[in-house]
């Protein structure tokens, strides 16, 4: 697997690390050891490699957005205005900054960033991209999309 350009070898015991800790990041050494076929300390080893190699980039608690009054999710197409890499830049450091945004990404098409947007409802979600969104470095037009219902959302 490359990371950052570098080829970080992964075996089968990597691999199963990686498969049960994105399922369930609470799992203890223990159990994990259990799980992959090795021992404590061994499998603590691995995961620590891992983290420092940069393949696992953390661990975090998943909050069911609903249970805490953020069920609206809109999906917000944003086309700038100036595509050169320093607007890229400017744009792609500024929308870190919005916590409403959930996820960003540069897409190839019409449109140059696909936000999604979780807040508590259609009238936070105006202002968010009204005094927010419209506002980041080189947003030159917006177009939203309001999800109906949420199918099936990764849980990374």
């Not at 975090?60 to 890229?88: N, Q, W, Y």
């Not at 830049?89 to 409403?100: L, S």
Request: charged share 30%; glycine share 6%.
């Amino acid at each position: 697997m490359k990371k950052d350009g570098i080829i970080v070898e992964l075996d089968e015991f990597d691999r199963k690390i990686i498969a049960i800790l994105g399922r369930d990041g609470r799992i203890t050494y223990t159990e994990l050891a259990q799980r992959v076929g090795l021992s404590k300390t061994p499998c603590q080893q691995r995961v620590r490699r891992l983290v420092d190699s940069g393949l696992i980039i953390g661990f975090r608690a998943i909050v069911d957005p609903a249970k805490v009054g953020l069920d609206h999710v809109a999906f917000a197409e944003v086309k700038l205005s100036d595509t050169r890499e320093e607007a890229l830049r400017e744009f792609n450091a500024a929308v870190r900054r919005i916590p409403e945004v959930e996820e960003c990404h540069m897409i190839a098409s019409g449109f140059d960033y696909l936000l999604k947007v979780r807040t508590p409802d259609i009238r936070r979600y105006r202002i968010v991209l009204g005094e927010k969104i419209s506002s980041l470095p080189h947003v030159a037009s917006t177009s939203t999309f309001v999800a109906m219902e949420t199918i099936c959302e990764s849980a990374r």
